[in-house]
């Protein structure tokens, strides 16, 4: 039986510079698009009552709410990724494999943004 690693953590401020890394790695082009649009990136430390009532569990790393049919939809609602911290650290055990991480976890959030689902995502191999 292995022994199941320890999740790494790192404070707030320090996952928010990560995540704000993670979006500076986006094509500029894609991020006007993204700040045109008022795009909110929350970062939670976890998932709240309301976020579980909706399936999101612990093994969900981010989320994107907002018009499900594309980022030009027209949406009543602010259009938002959501990174849960403690979610994405549970799987990362080192500093690198937590960059890597949000990385992913913004890029996959930003693509569901674009109007890409799950298939899309995996058969682009939207990744870094």
Same mark, same amino acid.
């Given at each position: 039986?292995?022994?199941?690693?320890? $999740?790494?953590?790192?404070?707030?401020?320090?996952?928010?510079?990560?995540?704000?890394? #993670?979006?500076? &790695?986006?094509?500029?082009?894609?991020?006007?698009?993204?700040?045109?649009?008022?795009?909110?990136?929350? =970062?939670?430390?976890?998932? &709240?009552?309301?976020?579980?009532?909706?399936? =999101?569990?612990?093994?969900?790393?981010?989320?994107?709410?907002?018009?499900?049919?594309?980022?030009? &939809? =027209? &949406? $009543?609602?602010?259009?938002? =990724?959501?990174?849960?911290?403690?979610?994405?650290?549970?799987?990362?055990?080192?500093?690198?494999?937590?960059?890597?991480?949000?990385?992913?976890?913004?890029?996959?959030?930003?693509?569901?943004?674009?109007?890409?689902?799950? #298939?899309?995502?995996?058969?682009?191999?939207?990744?870094?």
């Amino acid at each position: 039986m292995h022994a199941r690693a320890v $999740p790494y953590h790192v404070s707030a401020d320090d996952f928010e510079r990560i995540a704000v890394a #993670a979006l500076d &790695s986006i094509p500029a082009d894609l991020r006007a698009r993204l700040d045109a649009d008022n795009l909110m990136i929350t =970062i939670q430390s976890g998932s &709240s009552e309301d976020d579980r009532d909706h399936d =999101i569990d612990e093994h969900v790393l981010g989320f994107y709410e907002g018009d499900a049919d594309s980022a030009f &939809s =027209i &949406s $009543p609602y602010p259009k938002r =990724i959501v990174l849960l911290q403690r979610h994405i650290e549970a799987y990362c055990t080192s500093h690198r494999e937590l960059v890597d991480q949000v990385t992913d976890t913004v890029l996959h959030e930003v693509a569901h943004y674009f109007g890409l689902d799950h #298939a899309d995502i995996r058969d682009t191999r939207l990744d870094h």
